[in-house]
Structures are given as structure tokens and as C-alpha cells.
């Protein structure tokens, strides 16, 4: 990989990781559109471990104060970090399951820009739909388990590349009655088991058929991917106070028919 290439796929990772304009296919369309060469499954870990350790630092009070509850609970002492440290769990078995048993057709079928685009515009339109419908009157610790399971089966949705973790797991968050914050952080935190379990796959892969390290591109990746992580979720937060959705909706919807656009006209 060139120099170019790290800085703006590091980049790419650090920031579309926690909007709701996927990253997946902010890091797939550079490769499919500009002829680049896949990045290898080694780069793929370094930039999720800094996007892990940007989300992780942003929400360290939460985190330190879940775990202890998820610990304590497990001793029977209930609190309401403990109960939610359980609603994350729950709302990340339909993305590991979906992940395990659909991981080949994601990786080979679904990698489609076609693909990309016909799930920007659509997930897009339905993040639209949920800013500006729902009743936004409640926060995390008043989601029923059924609402959780909703909001976690809809984040296995978001392995179709283009779909959005994060859009999609908001948009499901709004409509089951959250606030624009609360739907923000309870997404955030989602991602810290979903982000370790995509880190420990990729890690299986990179061991069964290793390849050759390039350390300083690893290291590089990985701090750029964390820095720009960092910055997107505390300025993602002020906007969505200010300015709701709509700004990454406009972004979504414009780069669905930009690339039908392209692959009518200059890919066919």
C-alpha cells in the first residue's frame, strides 16, 4: 500500500466507523472505483483496534461503570449498568450469528457497488424517515428486551455493505421511541462487542493464511483510524443536537445516485 492509500482508507475507517454513511462502503468503493488493491486483512484489524480504542477512550466512564455492573450482577447484585451491559449482549447475538453464517455471501456476493448503492439510498431514506417521524420521548434504560432485539437485528442487517451500523442501529433506536442522543450512545456502545468480534474474526483469517506485515503502514493506520475516530464522534454528537439527521441523510442519499450515476454511465 502507498502512502496515499493508508492516510485516506485510515481516514475513511476512522470517521464513516460511527456516522451513519457506512464504512464499509467508504472502504470498498475507493478499491472498486480507483482500481486499488485490497487493503489485506492485517490492515483491516489495525485500523478496527484504533476505532476500538477511540470509542472505548470517548465512552470510558460508561464502559468502566457497565462492566462493573455486568460484573456485579453476575453475583446478584442488580444496577442499572449491570442491566444494561446484558441489553448490549443481547443486541449483538443476531449480528454474530448473522456474521457466522453468513459470512461468505457478505464478503463475495454483497461486496457489489450495485449493492452499495441500492442500500445507501435505501437505508438513507429510512434514516430520513425515522428522524423525522418518531416520537424521540425515551432513553436507553426504558427499552423493553424486545426493543433491544430489534435494535440488534438490525444491526446484523448492517452487514450488507452500504447499509451502516450505525444508521441503521440509530434509525432503529429512533423508532423505538429514543432520543437523537440516546440512540447516538447506545449505537456507540454497540459497536465496542461488534468491533471486538469483527477484530477477532479477521484475526482467525490473518492466522490461517498470514501475510506479509508491513509494520509502520499497521501502526500508521491504526493511529489515524483512532485520532479521526475520536474527533467524528465528539463533533457527530454536537451536530445531531443541533441539526438532527439530516445532514448525513443528504450526504446518503447524494452518494446513492452519484454511484448509480457512475455505473450506468461510466461502468457499464
Known amino acids: 500500500m502507498s502512502t496515499i492509500e493508508i492516510l485516506i482508507l485510515s481516514i475513511i475507517q476512522g470517521i464513516t466507523e460511527f456516522l451513519p454513511i457506512s464504512s464499509s462502503a467508504h472502504l470498498i468503493l475507493p478499491s472498486a472505483i480507483l482500481g486499488w488493491e485490497d487493503q489485506g486483512v492485517a490492515f483491516d484489524v489495525a485500523v478496527h483496534v484504533g476505532t476500538l480504542a477511540a470509542v472505548?477512550?470517548?465512552?470510558?466512564?460508561?464502559?468502566?461503570?457497565?462492566?462493573?455492573?455486568?460484573?456485579?450482577?453476575?453475583?446478584?447484585?442488580?444496577?442499572?449498568?449491570?442491566?444494561?451491559?446484558?441489553?448490549?449482549?443481547?443486541?449483538?447475538?443476531?449480528?454474530?450469528?448473522?456474521?457466522?453464517?453468513?459470512?461468505?455471501?457478505?464478503?463475495?456476493?454483497?461486496?457489489?457497488?450495485?449493492?452499495?448503492?441500492?442500500?445507501?439510498?435505501?437505508?438513507?431514506?429510512?434514516?430520513w424517515y425515522a428522524d423525522r417521524t418518531a416520537k424521540q420521548q425515551t432513553d436507553v434504560m426504558h427499552l423493553s428486551w424486545r426493543q433491544v432485539l430489534v435494535i440488534g437485528v438490525a444491526q446484523a442487517v448492517s452487514l450488507i455493505p452500504g447499509t451502516s451500523r450505525s444508521g441503521i442501529t440509530m434509525t432503529a433506536g429512533l423508532m423505538m421511541g429514543l432520543d437523537r442522543a440516546s440512540a447516538a450512545r447506545f449505537s456507540f456502545l454497540m459497536s465496542i462487542p461488534i468491533i471486538v468480534l469483527i477484530g477477532l474474526y479477521q484475526t482467525s483469517k490473518l492466522i490461517k493464511n498470514p501475510e506479509i506485515y508491513d509494520i509502520p503502514a499497521l501502526g500508521m493506520g491504526m493511529l489515524l483510524s483512532f485520532f479521526s475516530a475520536l474527533v467524528c464522534i465528539h463533533l457527530f454528537l454536537k451536530i445531531i443536537s443541533r441539526m438532527g439527521m439530516l445532514p448525513f441523510v443528504i450526504y446518503r442519499l447524494a452518494l446513492g445516485i452519484g454511484l448509480v450515476i457512475f455505473l450506468t454511465w461510466f461502468a457499464a
Open 56 to 127: 472505548v477512550l470517548y465512552f470510558r466512564r460508561d464502559v468502566g461503570q457497565i462492566l462493573l455492573g455486568w460484573f456485579n450482577s453476575l453475583r446478584g447484585q442488580q444496577s442499572t449498568h449491570g442491566t444494561l451491559g446484558w441489553m448490549l449482549i443481547v443486541a449483538t447475538i443476531p449480528a454474530g450469528l448473522a456474521g457466522l453464517l453468513f459470512s461468505g455471501l457478505i464478503e463475495t456476493v454483497l461486496r457489489s457497488p450495485w449493492v452499495i448503492a441500492c442500500t445507501t439510498l435505501i437505508f438513507g431514506s429510512l434514516l
